[in-house]
């Protein structure tokens, strides 16, 4: 913005726009909202999903003097979080913190935090967790992680959706099928300015394949509206 430097030293900081930029998926009129996009997910890919994200840009700008910024960033992906996971278990917002609130432990001592931990028989548990990551500035070097944890296990996802037996449109159990497309471009045409819901969450999830019940599979077929989950 034009600011004079002191000692005409050269400084890294982060870009207003860049955290406008990364806000925006999680905003609507300017108050963050629940990713509807990734309630068929699970609680622990859901968390694991948001604190990578943010963990990413955090990294990403770990030199910057201005790091601290970055607070605005994980305090809306942060109500975009619990409003998901809100959404997906249909409760409020103060019950998940009560369901998933935990201490963490970090360099920098004890910080709060979510946390979802999935018990496994004979080893030790699959823990996901939210928050513990310090926005001060950090120069010291470390070694990058290029094996970082993966969402997903190594069953095939659309697998495990289909044993979920849940129609990801309406929710509907009665006789769920997959629906594919051909590739992601198919889903928003040339000349068609509203993609139907269907073909949107498609899209946002960038996914080809759809676990949808008989009934709005059909409508699907037919180009009639689906319906949507109480």
């Known amino acids: 913005r034009g600011h004079r ?13 860049a955290i406008a930029a990364k806000c925006k ?13 990734r309630t068929v997910d699970t609680d622990f890919s859901i968390v694991t999903q948001f604190q990578a994200e943010f963990r ?14 970055l607070g605005r960033l994980k305090y809306v992906m942060e109500r975009s979080l619990t409003k998901t996971l809100a ?6 917002v103060p019950q998940v913190y009560r369901r998933y609130r935990a201490v963490l432990d970090t360099d920098r001592g004890p910080r709060r935090g979510l946390q979802v931990t999935v018990p496994r028989d004979g080893r030790p548990p699959l823990v996901a967790t939210w928050g513990g990551i310090s926005l001060a500035r950090d120069i010291t070097p470390r070694p990058l992680n290029d094996d970082p944890a993966r969402v997903w296990s190594h069953r095939s996802e659309v697998v ?24 992601l471009k198919d889903l928003n045409p040339q000349g068609r300015k509203h993609p139907p819901d269907w073909a949107a969450r498609m899209a946002a999830r960038r ?6 019940c008989r009934a709005c599979h059909e409508d699907i077929h037919a180009g009639r509206p689906t319906r949507q989950s109480r």
């Open 87 to 92: 959404r997906k278990f249909r409760i409020r």
């Open 207 to 212: 996914r080809k394949t759809l676990v949808v």
């Open 5 to 17: 430097s002191i000692n005409a030293g050269i400084g890294l900081k982060v870009p207003v726009d």
């Open 25 to 37: 998926p999680c905003l609507h009129h300017g108050k963050p909202i629940r990713r509807t996009e």
């Open 160 to 183: 495990q959706r289909l044993l979920a037996d849940v129609c990801e449109l309406c929710g509907s159990g009665n006789q769920v099928e997959v629906h594919h497309v051909r590739a």
């Open 56 to 69: 990413g840009v955090a990294e990403y700008y770990r030199l910057a003097f201005n790091r601290h910024r």
